[in-house]
Each structure stands twice: as C-alpha cells, then as structure tokens.
C-alpha cells in the first residue's frame, strides 16, 4: 500500500475509533451514570467503573494512535520549538498539580462519585466547580503545546466532549440532592474557569 494510502487508513480508523470513544462516552455519562444518581443517589461501583474506563481511553487515545507513519499525527520524539516545549512543560506540571491534588484533597472515593457528604465549597472549589477537570485540560493543552498537530487538537476536542458530559450528570445530581444551596453555589463559581453559569436543566 502507498504512503497515501496507508495515511487514508491509519486517519479513518483513528476518526472512527475517537467517533466511537464518544459515542461510549455519551452511552456512560448521559445514560448509566445519569441513572445511577437518579437511582442510588450515588454512582454505583459498575457506574464508576464505566466512567473511570471512559477517563482512562481518553486519556490514552493519543499515546494509542500514534504509530511513527501518522506524520499528521504526533510523534513524540519531535516537539515544538524550545520556549513552547517548556511552556507545555510547565502547564503539563501545573494540571497535574491541580488534577491529582485536588483528587486527594477532596478524597478518592468522592471524587469518582461513589459518596457524597455535602457540598464542597473550600479549596479550589472556590474558584471552580470542577477543578480536577481545569487540569486535566491543563494537562492536554500543554501537552499539545509540546507536540502540537492535528491529533493533539483532536485529542482536545474529545476530552472537552466527554468530560462536559460527565458534569452534565454530577450537576443535575448535586441540584437534585442540594437544591437552592447548589444553585447559589453555581452562581457564584464557574463551572470551569471564569464566566459563572448556573446547573443545567435535565434535558441539556
């Protein structure tokens, strides 16, 4: 097979397996997670497992499909210049940071959504609803940085899709169990960063 070719087939299996990677993803977060907070006031174990896979393949993805032929992708041996590679270095280091400490500082067991003991409003949640997920874009963006493609903004994209559904779920979770005191707290911290925006209503 020519170079072309294969180029044409390594992009449509890598389009349709990020195609199916969300499609999985909307299946978990808008469906099984969503029924499980409807149901258990919690996700289940089977709910979280889904959702823990869900992370894990989007986090993945890129380092899957990267074969050194996938010029249009990325390859890791070859970076940016030098002030954007620490750039993305940096960002990389900051969005762990924030991602993993934040996890460890609000517990593992609620951050994966298998327990819920009122609402969080210390720490960084006083500048973010959802702080760990503010890092794991920190985490993609300076990765993207470092070895900036098409892949990498495609990678972007994905992760943006799956976790805003994630927190679709967890919002319409937490306004059913804290009610007006969590539509208060949505008016007063963004849901990521900057601009305060209020629950979203069941049908989003």
Do not use: D
Not at 87 to 110: D, N, S, Y
Not at 156 to 169: K, N, Y
Not at 175 to 181: H, L
């Amino acid at each position: 097979m020519s170079g072309h070719g294969s180029g044409v087939v390594a992009g449509t299996v890598c389009i349709g397996s990020a195609i199916g990677l969300l499609l999985f993803a909307y299946l978990v977060f808008r469906r099984v997670a969503r029924r499980s907070y409807e149901q258990h006031g919690r996700l289940t174990g089977f709910a979280a497992c889904l959702q823990f896979l869900v992370i894990l393949g989007v986090i993945a993805f890129p380092f899957i499909y990267n074969p050194r032929q996938w010029q249009w992708f990325w390859i890791l041996e070859t970076s940016s210049g030098r002030g954007w590679a620490t750039a993305g270095f940096v960002i990389i280091l900051l969005g762990f940071l924030v991602a993993f400490g934040t996890m460890l500082w609000f517990g593992l067991r609620r951050a994966f959504g298998l327990s819920g003991q009122g609402l969080v409003r210390s720490g960084p949640y006083r500048w973010s609803r959802n702080p760990q997920i503010v890092g794991g874009y920190l985490l993609v963006i300076g990765s993207s940085l470092q070895w900036p493609s098409l892949g990498a903004c495609g990678w972007l994209v994905v992760w943006a899709l799956a976790t805003h559904w994630m927190i679709l779920a967890e919002e319409e979770h937490l306004r059913r169990q804290f009610g007006e005191e969590y539509v208060r707290f949505c008016r007063e911290v963004p849901r990521y960063l900057g601009r305060k925006a209020g629950p979203v209503t069941s049908g989003t």
